[in-house]
């Protein structure tokens, strides 16, 4: 589970976030949407840290990650994080990319790792492709390591950033059913994106920013069939 | 002119003992500089203000000042500063390896500021601590960028390496000077000493080819 309250986050002067509170269940799949600019990276970038919220308190299950005291590694282990650009390590190959977190921070033995990512490059259909190198692969085949590298550390939770937006038109699906799959085996995810199809196909609720603001958090029915702020209605006009 | 070699080449073998004492010095210098190199270059990229400002004070005063009056501090300074006089090859080693340190270290800077920042957070939010994430996933990517730099460092040292004639060491340059001195006649082993080092800068930058296509081709 994730509970946010009152989170800011400033860039110097510029405030990026301006207190944004909201929950997010055990196995909810949400979608963030919002133009541009509006602080969606930023948000789930302070879910696992990778920036520092400036004000306001972030839980996941029960620990406060905005608190120093809390070891950020260890929750990072339970949070994993798929990227726009996907940011696989070019040197290793597939397989090395999967096993090289579990095998340095879980210390997991070899064996045991490598199963457990071919076991993973088997469902996101790779299982071929474990001894390539990331430069050999499609952006849709990186993608779909690049969650597979997520989910070799065995995390509860996932955050995606745009993780279809960098791909071709004709890869777009192989990524989304993978992501459709791991919503319905109860993974809890967070998915910042522009695909209002899947998110209003998969999302449970539909988080709508904008300008550092949650203005709308709402079922995908309501909010696409019914928005009730004229700045999401401006929006989906723009959009769908 | 007239050049006349054979009143010299018996001194040749005199002369080559010297490579002996300058791949020394080159080879300790180099591998010393490399390592304090690395560890300037990530207190230059480390978020702690006081690591960045010390970092790079010490490059710019070793990249401010010229080398062979840090080698002379170093090895006429000794017996004010420790107590005894070192020896001429350590004075030199101890050197170059801090000079040389300051320059890789801009090196090691640059090549890993180029990888991109997505790698490093690609390992943070997999919950990978910040040293393995530096050894095992910016530094080898780092490296293609850094080997080529750094192999032109490698062969300005062995250049740079026959100003330790100035405090006495038995180099390849001073061996060649001293039978000049003796025999008045100094063009001739000036020339050989010349050949000696422009063969070992050829071979340096051979290797330094070989490497790169290695790297390449693992591309
Ligand atoms: N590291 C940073 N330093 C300074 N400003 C930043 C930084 N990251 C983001 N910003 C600013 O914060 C604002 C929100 O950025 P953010 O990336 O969160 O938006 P976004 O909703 O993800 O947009 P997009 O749909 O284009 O990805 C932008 O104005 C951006 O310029
Ligand atoms: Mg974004």
């Given at each position: 589970?994730?509970?946010?309250?009152?989170?800011?986050?400033?860039?110097?002067?510029?405030?990026?976030?301006?207190?944004?509170?909201?929950?997010?269940?055990?196995?909810?799949?949400v979608?963030?949407?919002?133009?541009?600019?509006?602080?969606?990276?930023?948000?789930?970038?302070?879910i696992?840290?990778?920036e520092?919220?400036?004000?306001g308190?972030i839980?996941?299950?029960?620990?406060?990650?905005?608190?120093?005291?809390?070891?950020?590694?260890?929750?990072?282990?339970?949070?994993g994080?798929?990227?726009?650009?996907?940011?696989?390590?070019?040197h290793?190959t597939?397989?090395?990319?999967?096993?090289?977190?579990?095998?340095?921070?879980?210390?997991?033995?070899k064996?045991?790792?490598?199963?457990?990512?071919?076991?993973?490059?088997?469902?996101?259909?790779?299982?071929?492709?474990?001894?390539?190198?990331?430069?050999k692969l499609?952006?849709g085949q990186?993608q779909?390591?690049?969650?597979?590298?997520?989910l070799?550390?065995?995390?509860?939770?996932?955050?995606?950033?745009?993780p279809?937006?960098?791909?071709?038109?004709?890869?777009?699906?192989?990524v989304l059913?993978?992501?459709k799959?791991?919503?319905?085996?109860?993974?809890?995810m967070?998915?910042v994106?522009?695909?209002?199809?899947?998110?209003r196909?998969?999302?449970?609720?539909?988080l709508?920013?904008?300008?550092?603001v949650?203005?709308?958090?709402?079922p995908p029915?309501?909010?696409?069939?019914?928005?009730?702020s004229s700045?999401?209605q401006?929006?989906?006009?723009?959009?769908? | 002119?007239n050049?006349d070699f054979?009143?010299?080449?018996?001194?040749?073998?005199?002369?080559?003992?010297?490579?002996?004492v300058?791949?020394?010095?080159v080879?300790?210098?180099g591998?010393?500089?490399?390592?304090?190199?690395i560890?300037l270059?990530?207190?230059?990229?480390?978020?702690m203000?006081?690591?960045?400002?010390?970092a790079?004070?010490?490059?710019?005063?070793f990249?401010?000042?010229p080398?062979?009056?840090?080698l002379?501090?170093?090895y006429?300074?000794s017996?004010?500063?420790l107590?005894?006089?070192?020896?001429?090859?350590t004075?030199?080693?101890?050197?170059?390896?801090l000079?040389?340190?300051?320059y890789?270290?801009?090196?090691?800077r640059?090549?890993?500021?180029a990888?991109?920042?997505?790698?490093?957070?690609?390992?943070?939010?997999?919950g990978?601590?910040y040293?393995?994430?530096?050894?095992?996933?910016?530094l080898?990517q780092?490296?293609k960028?850094?080997?080529?730099?750094?192999?032109?460092e490698?062969?300005?040292?062995?250049?740079?390496?026959?100003?330790?004639?100035?405090?006495?060491?038995?180099?390849?340059?001073?061996?060649?000077?001293?039978?000049?001195?003796?025999?008045y006649?100094?063009?001739?082993?000036l020339?050989?000493a010349?050949?000696?080092?422009?063969?070992?800068?050829?071979i340096?930058?051979?290797?330094?080819?070989?490497?790169?296509g290695r790297?390449?081709s693992?591309?």
């Amino acid at each position: 589970m994730i509970k946010v309250e009152k989170l800011h986050k400033s860039f110097g002067k510029n405030e990026v976030l301006k207190g944004i509170s909201t929950q997010i269940n055990n196995g909810e799949v949400v979608a963030i949407i919002g133009p541009s600019g509006s602080g969606k990276s930023t948000f789930l970038r302070c879910i696992n840290k990778l920036e520092e919220p400036t004000n306001g308190k972030i839980w996941i299950k029960d620990e406060d990650i905005t608190d120093r005291q809390t070891d950020i590694l260890k929750v990072r282990q339970n949070v994993g994080m798929v990227f726009q650009h996907f940011h696989l390590f070019p040197h290793m190959t597939v397989l090395e990319n999967l096993t090289y977190a579990p095998l340095k921070v879980k210390k997991i033995t070899k064996s045991e790792a490598e199963k457990n990512a071919m076991k993973l490059l088997e469902k996101v259909g790779l299982a071929v492709k474990a001894q390539e190198y990331p430069n050999k692969l499609s952006g849709g085949q990186k993608q779909r390591v690049a969650i597979a590298r997520a989910l070799a550390m065995n995390p509860e939770i996932m955050l995606f950033d745009e993780p279809t937006s960098a791909l071709d038109p004709e890869m777009v699906k192989e990524v989304l059913d993978v992501m459709k799959t791991l919503a319905h085996s109860g993974m809890t995810m967070a998915i910042v994106t522009h695909e209002m199809g899947f998110a209003r196909e998969v999302a449970d609720r539909v988080l709508f920013l904008d300008g550092g603001v949650l203005v709308e958090d709402a079922p995908p029915n309501e909010f696409f069939s019914n928005p009730k702020s004229s700045r999401a209605q401006d929006f989906l006009q723009k959009v769908l | 002119m007239n050049l006349d070699f054979t009143s010299v080449l018996p001194s040749l073998p005199f002369i080559l003992q010297g490579l002996g004492v300058t791949l020394q010095i080159v080879c300790l210098a180099g591998i010393l500089g490399f390592l304090l190199g690395i560890i300037l270059s990530l207190c230059k990229i480390s978020k702690m203000k006081l690591l960045n400002w010390l970092a790079n004070a010490y490059t710019s005063v070793f990249r401010g000042t010229p080398l062979i009056l840090q080698l002379m501090i170093i090895y006429f300074g000794s017996p004010q500063v420790l107590g005894f006089q070192i020896e001429g090859v350590t004075a030199a080693i101890i050197g170059f390896a801090l000079n040389s340190a300051a320059y890789i270290s801009e090196i090691i800077r640059a090549g890993i500021q180029a990888i991109d920042k997505g790698q490093q957070e690609a390992a943070m939010a997999l919950g990978v601590p910040y040293r393995p994430t530096m050894i095992n996933i910016i530094l080898p990517q780092a490296m293609k960028n850094i080997l080529p730099a750094l192999m032109n460092e490698f062969i300005t040292l062995t250049k740079e390496s026959a100003l330790v004639t100035t405090i006495g060491v038995m180099d390849v340059m001073r061996r060649a000077y001293q039978v000049g001195a003796n025999q008045y006649q100094f063009m001739e082993p000036l020339l050989l000493a010349g050949i000696i080092y422009y063969i070992l800068v050829t071979i340096l930058t051979f290797l330094g080819k070989l490497v790169e296509g290695r790297l390449r081709s693992s591309d």
